[in-house]
T-cell receptor
Framework: AQSVTQLDSHVSVSEGTPVLLRCNYS??????LFWYVQHPNKGLQLLLK??????LVKGINGFEAEFKKSETSFHLTKPSAHMSDAAEYFC????????????FGTGTRLQVFP | DAGVTQSPTHLIKTRGQQVTLRCSPK?????VSWYQQALGQGPQFIFQ???????QRGNFPDRFSGHQFPNYSSELNVNALLLGDSALYLC????????????FGPGTRLTVL
């Protein structure tokens, strides 16, 4: 079975400070891992994905994530938060050889204060 | 190039009624998946359609059914609506064999009274 646990339901940062959104995964298979962002009244947008290539993955809008197998983690980071980063973020896992069914975490709401 | 579109945007139904939601995939995509997102939760996989057949299904009762048309668009039908069916229903499309990259529509907000 596969699952993801997002360790924080809410994260608040000041504009210009670093962002860290934490995600641990559980998988019986070699996983593929993703981060999606959901802005209010908008669809889910793929930020980045890990599919067994480089363990440090760079995504859109300055976000990146590092796959750490020993820690079963896939934390999302950004060096400097922008007001437009305020949104809901989802960590997602799927089996690497069957990427049809996406399994979502419960989400982390990121607030950015001026 | 239009992305994934869904209709309607919002819908209000009463318990016991039936509802049909519609999805048009991104141009060039042949695979459509449906997800249910309850308030404050992450999306949950309902099922996926490819070549007009249901290819995978999540843990949802038979009240949830779907269809895919020859132009790859899809419908999600829910019968005998329950209050707990109130949620945002998301459609995602992809190219078969490249389903590691799925594009999501804005969703249909269903409220069951």
């Amino acid at each position: 079975a596969q699952s993801v646990t997002q360790l924080d339901s809410h994260v608040s940062v000041s504009e210009g400070t670093p962002v860290l959104l934490r995600c641990n995964y559980s998988s019986s298979y070699s996983p593929s891992l993703f981060w999606y962002v959901q802005h209010p009244n908008k669809g889910l947008q793929l930020l980045l994905k890990y599919t067994s290539a480089a363990t440090l993955v760079k995504g859109i809008n300055g976000f990146e994530a590092e796959f750490k197998k020993s820690e079963t983690s896939f934390h999302l980071t950004k060096p400097s938060a922008h007001m437009s980063d305020a949104a809901e973020y989802f960590c997602v896992v799927t089996r690497s050889y069957n990427t049809d069914k996406l399994i979502f975490g419960t989400g982390t709401r990121l607030q950015v204060f001026p | 190039d239009a992305g994934v579109t869904q209709s309607p945007t919002h819908l209000i139904k009463t318990r016991g009624q039936q509802v049909t939601l519609r999805c048009s995939p991104k141009s060039g995509h042949d695979t459509v998946s449906w997800y249910q997102q309850a308030l404050g939760q992450g999306p949950q996989f309902i099922f996926q359609y490819y070549e007009e057949e249901e290819r995978q299904r999540g843990n949802f009762p038979d009240r949830f059914s779907g269809h895919q048309f020859p132009n790859y668009s899809s419908e999600l039908n829910v019968n005998a609506l329950l209050l707990g069916d109130s949620a945002l229903y998301l459609c995602a499309s992809a190219i078969s064999g490249r389903t590691d990259t799925q594009y999501f529509g804005p969703g249909t907000r269903l409220t069951v009274l």
